[in-house]
């Protein structure tokens, strides 16, 4: 999975809990993402960023929050956790914007 | 709104013969497609990427059909072997955004 991990691998949790999710790379890009996986949905990009500090929105950002203090962590972060955010969450990576995307191993989620 | 439409859901195929999926994208600034290749419990693994410039793009036994004018493009998988079985996506990019957009995906079943 291209030198990337992700923590923690499955997590369950209540509805209106906070829940934060990590990527780690080894791989030293620059540009890190979050997607999420549905059924019926494809990914999806949540939110993703171009540096250290440097974040954006994607298409399904609503309810998320991320942040990344260093080249290698990007964390995203469910402020209050409520049942649609049940999915299976994804970190890519790219060196460049060439587009070239290698994703992580991927944390199912359950919100109960 | 479903940026790349991909067909079919499940396909099985017996082991020898050709597995093909097709996109569909209505989007004319979209100038990279790339397909995914995911095995349950594991992140999408980057297969195969095709630029507009071309029109075919061989790997292997993996082959990108584009057809710009249609704006349609398919993946062929010769010689299908029981270790193909796995869900497939496609995906989207224009120059200048850090959104992929990812079809449905195809469950494939090669059976011996």
């Known amino acids: 999975d291209a030198g990337i991990t992700q923590s923690p691998r499955h997590k369950v949790t209540e509805t209106g809990t906070p829940v934060t999710l990590r990527c780690h790379q080894t791989e030293n890009h620059r540009y890190m993402y979050w997607y999420r996986q549905d059924p019926g949905h494809g990914l999806r990009l949540i939110h993703y960023s171009y540096g250290v500090k440097d974040t954006d929105k994607g298409e399904v950002s609503d309810g998320y929050s991320v942040s990344r203090s260093k080249t290698e962590d990007f964390l995203l972060t469910l402020e209050s956790a409520t049942s649609s955010q049940t999915s299976v969450y994804f970190c890519?990576?790219?060196?460049?914007?060439?587009?070239?995307?290698?994703f992580g191993p991927g944390t199912r989620l359950t919100v109960t | 709104q479903q940026q790349v439409k991909q067909s079919p859901q499940s396909l099985i195929v017996q082991k020898g013969g050709i597995s093909i999926i097709n996109c569909a994208y209505e989007n004319t600034a979209f100038d990279y497609f790339p397909w995914y290749q995911q095995f349950p419990g594991k992140g999408p693994a980057l297969l195969i990427a095709i630029r507009p410039d071309v029109s075919e793009k061989k790997e292997g036994r993996f082959t990108i059909s584009f057809n710009k004018s249609a704006k349609q493009f398919s993946l062929h998988i010769m010689d299908s072997q029981p270790g193909d079985s796995a869900t497939y996506f496609c995906a989207a990019s224009n120059t200048g955004a850090n959104n992929l957009f990812f079809g449905t995906g195809t469950r494939l079943t090669v059976i011996p």
């Open positions: 890519a990576i790219s060196e460049s914007r060439t587009y070239e995307q290698y």
